[in-house]
């Protein structure tokens, strides 16, 4: 689960895992929340803010995943 605050409305908040894009959903309201479902074979993923025209705002440190 990841939340923003301070986002504007029509940036994209984009999932890539293992480097490769996996889900992207427009921000709606400013401050927000998403969540998602990865497979247990997911090593590591990143999240990133982007503008629609301008590209990368901000982008997580990644996120590495340990088999359990």
């Not at 998602?36 to 025209?53: F, G, T």
């Amino acid at each position: 689960q990841i939340a923003w605050r301070h986002a504007a409305v029509g940036q994209v908040v984009r999932l890539i895992v293992d480097g490769m894009p996996y889900a992207e959903s427009p921000v709606s309201e400013v401050s927000g929340q998403l969540s998602w479902q990865l497979s247990k074979q997911a090593q590591w993923c990143v999240v990133e803010l982007r503008h629609p025209r301008d590209g990368l705002l901000a982008v997580t440190n990644p996120i590495r995943f340990e088999a359990t």
